[in-house]
């Protein structure tokens, strides 16, 4: 996987400086009202809300945007949106296996608006269940390239807290671990003063499935149309790209 880590990682640096950069922070603001709203406005007694604003801080997104969207999810403040969860399955150029996370207000706009994606980019889309099965459940920490600090030092860091990998992406680290000890893998981490990025449950494939260039690009294509999709969060594939292919398509 680290391959696709590689790329979305860099893609996600990319973005925060491009045209992009309003939907990417629209999808962190509506993370942080839902996490308000299930778990409360307190960051320190609500975990996937102090998460949630973490993330959005290291993208540079506005305090007051923040604290905006805690006082909405928290019901503070008026006007926040009774958002839904909802997963899509289906799969992209080359056999990819796709996972598509919505978090909407409008069930229908969402899953026009992933079915026209995927028709109109060589996807197709599948029945429940069908592509899910090749996905785990995960929590993934991404720990940036810090001076004085190894891959071992952030392994010695988690390993106790139920990390089950640490990878080196080339600008950071990814710590893979079960989604239920996400928690307590990213606290470990600010007990050993190792600054992170971001800790998200995420899903991880279980087998990967390797591209050529040309694929890459159909891929790689698909993905941006499905995640300029207001209602979509997040993209989820089992494609691995090498650095040579990375390099070939830019």
Not at 44 to 58: C, E, H, M, V, W
Not at 68 to 81: E, I, L, P
Not at 176 to 205: G, K, M, N, W
Request: aromatic share 6%.
């Amino acid at each position: 996987m680290s391959g696709h880590s590689k790329w979305a990682t860099t893609k996600h640096k990319k973005a925060v400086v491009d045209a992009k950069r309003g939907k990417i922070f629209a999808k962190l603001i509506k993370n942080i009202e839902v996490a308000a709203r299930t778990g409360g406005g307190d960051p320190d007694g609500n975990p996937t809300l102090f998460d949630a604003i973490q993330k959005a801080r290291k993208t540079s997104v506005p305090t007051d945007n923040i604290e905006r969207a805690v006082k909405r999810g928290s019901g503070v403040d008026a006007g926040g949106s009774d958002y839904q969860t909802i997963m899509y399955e289906g799969y992209g150029p080359g056999g990819v296996a796709l996972l598509v996370e919505c978090l909407t207000d409008n069930r229908n706009r969402a899953a026009s608006e992933v079915r026209t994606a995927m028709t109109r980019n060589g996807g197709t889309m599948a029945d429940p269940g069908s592509v899910s099965f090749l996905f785990s459940r995960k929590g993934l920490v991404l720990v940036p390239h810090q001076q004085g600090i190894s891959e071992d030092d952030v392994l010695a860091a988690v390993l106790d807290a139920g990390a089950e990998e640490v990878n080196d992406l080339g600008e950071s680290f990814e710590v893979v671990s079960e989604a239920t000890d996400l928690i307590a893998v990213r606290t470990a981490l600010q007990h050993a003063s190792i600054d992170y990025d971001s800790a998200d449950a995420s899903f991880l494939p279980s087998a990967s499935t390797a591209l050529d260039a040309d694929t890459a690009r159909k891929v790689f294509k698909l993905i941006d149309v499905l995640e300029d999709c207001d209602d979509v969060q997040n993209v989820y594939a089992n494609f691995d790209v090498s650095d040579d292919v990375l390099a070939e398509v830019g």
